[in-house]
């Protein structure tokens, strides 16, 4: 991927949560692995403003261009799963609706659905709350996101990674869709839960799902 295009996808793809409900105004931040570093959205400019000249690289470092606007405040968590995670070259971080109702609530996601195996785990766990921008808060969602794709954040709202930025999108749009189906479902008695042996065969089954390159 050139600098450009990673740029343009950033924009895209920031404009795309929006669109569908993902995500509103200035709040939630993407990002992509680059060389050693990564490029992130920038802080408290709404989508349909953004531009691929925008986008600011940090540096493995921590750095930042000179002249360079002023990167998420959230850069600190980014690269923290960057640091942390190989397999991870995109996240998504949106303050979803359903899935924020239930971060404010300190509810994970159970297995209640099969689709929740999308987040890597047999449920969608929580990350301590922590003030945005913290690195208290960057810290907690890298130890609660360890070996899984996808978490809420407590009191905050969703946090999702791939291997690519469209397949770390499809994930933050499923635990949103997860995250609506258990609202829905405490409203009439709560959910039937899927038992753990369930769930793993469904994790294994999981790891073969898909095309290769959407994996990888």
């Keep these: 991927m ?18 569908r409900g993902l995500n509103r105004g200035t709040s939630g931040n993407l990002s992509l692995r680059f ?31 000179a002249g360079a606007a002023r990167p998420s405040s959230e850069w600190r968590m980014h690269m923290g799963l960057y640091r942390r995670r190989a397999d991870a070259n995109a996240i998504v971080h949106c303050h979803a609706r359903h899935a924020t109702i239930l971060a404010c609530a300190h509810r994970e996601i159970p297995p209640l659905h099969y689709m929740v195996a999308v987040s890597g785990g047999a449920s969608v766990p929580v990350a301590p709350y922590a003030t945005f921008g ?21 009191n905050h709202g969703l946090i999702a990674l791939g291997p690519r930025l469209a397949t770390a999108m499809a994930i933050a749009e499923e635990i949103e869709e997860q995250a609506a189906i258990y609202c829905g479902t405490l409203a009439i008695g709560g959910p039937k839960l899927l038992d753990p042996a369930e769930m793993e065969r469904i994790l294994g089954a999981f790891r073969q799902y898909g095309q290769r390159d959407d994996r990888d």
Aim: charged residues 25%; proline residues 4%.
């Design 2 to 19: 050139t600098e450009d295009e990673a740029r343009q996808q950033l924009v895209d793809a920031m404009r795309a949560l929006d669109a």
């Design 35 to 65: 060389g050693a570093g990564m490029f992130v959205t920038p802080s408290g400019v709404t989508p349909d403003r953004l531009t691929p000249e925008a986008m600011v690289f940090v540096g493995g470092d921590g750095s930042v261009a």
């Design 134 to 154: 913290s690195e208290e808060l960057a810290a907690g969602v890298v130890e609660t996101l360890d070996g899984r794709l996808a978490c809420l954040m407590a």
